[in-house]
């Protein structure tokens, strides 16, 4: 429970960490902010939203990724057990959404359209799973 716990923390404080990187100007995977904005939007537009929906996504996924630690700290929270369900009904509802033909015609641009396929729609059901799971341990115990 504490490898899984960790790992889900890590994952989404890295990916927290990212999306703050972009709102400050950062360009990494990509070398211009239109291939940036291509390769993780998939609208098609050339532009990165700015520093305040950046960094809006970024605490957002830092305060999930420290939801594993408020449900280990208070296991038999109801609070803490349906914000956990919530958080992984998000992830898997995400994570379908990337295979869904509406979701290819509204983001389709490439390369988000392959990445998204490859990476970005599997994680997020990888992250559904993980957090049923961390749930259903927590109430074992």
Known sequence: MMILTVLLSLVLAAIAVLHAYWGFGGLWPETTESDLAHAVIGDGRARMPGLFAC???????????????????????EIAFLSGA????????????????????????E???????IFYSPLCLVLAAAFVALLVLVRRT
């Open 111 to 117: 390369p988000f359209a392959t990445r998204d396929m």
């Open 55 to 77: 960094l809006l996504v970024a605490a957002i996924l830092a305060a999930i990724a420290a939801w594993p630690w408020l449900l280990l700290a208070h296991p038999r929270s």
């Open 86 to 109: 919530a958080i992984a009904l998000v992830f898997f509802l995400r994570g379908c959404a990337g295979y869904s033909l509406r979701w290819r015609a509204r983001r389709g641009a």
